[in-house]
Nanobody, 127 residues
Framework: QVQLVESGGGLVQAGGSLRLSCAAS????????MGWFRQAPGKGREFVAA????????SYADSVKGRFTISRDNAKNTVYLQMNSLKSEDTAVYYC????????????????????WGQGTQVTVSS
């Protein structure tokens, strides 16, 4: 069983930066693909970014490409989301998610590709 705990959210002005962290417990983190999703008030969950278990493959939503960077440190059981040039439309609760390694293809943009989720951290961008 893997548990995920996000941190690093907060209030920031438009144009500012934040770095979110997602700390994982359990031995399977280093073999798990990880993703970040977000949900704004009154909206559905939205894919933000994903990273493979090795870190050599990443993907991003078009809305954050060039501004956000996902990375991971398997020695620390942590995945990060560096968010730069923040906009008011980035305001949301951000969730990290993990997918236990198994063979076969999947779509990292789909929430149902992931097996476990964190509780979320609030990011508010003021304009």
């Amino acid at each position: 069983q893997v548990q995920l705990v996000e941190s690093g959210g907060g209030l920031v002005q438009a144009g500012g930066s934040l770095r979110l962290s997602c700390a994982a417990s359990g031995r399977t983190f280093s073999s798990s693909a990880m993703g970040w999703f977000r949900q704004a008030p009154g909206k559905g969950r939205e894919f933000v970014a994903a990273i493979s278990w090795s870190g050599d493959s990443t993907s991003y939503a078009d809305s954050v490409k060039g501004r956000f960077t996902i990375s991971r440190d398997n020695a620390k059981n942590t995945v990060y989301l560096q968010m730069n040039s923040l906009k008011s439309e980035d305001t949301a609760v951000y969730y990290c998610a993990g997918r236990t390694y198994r063979t076969g293809s999947y779509y990292p943009q789909r929430g149902d590709a992931y097996d476990y989720w964190g509780q979320g951290t609030q990011v508010t961008v003021s304009s």
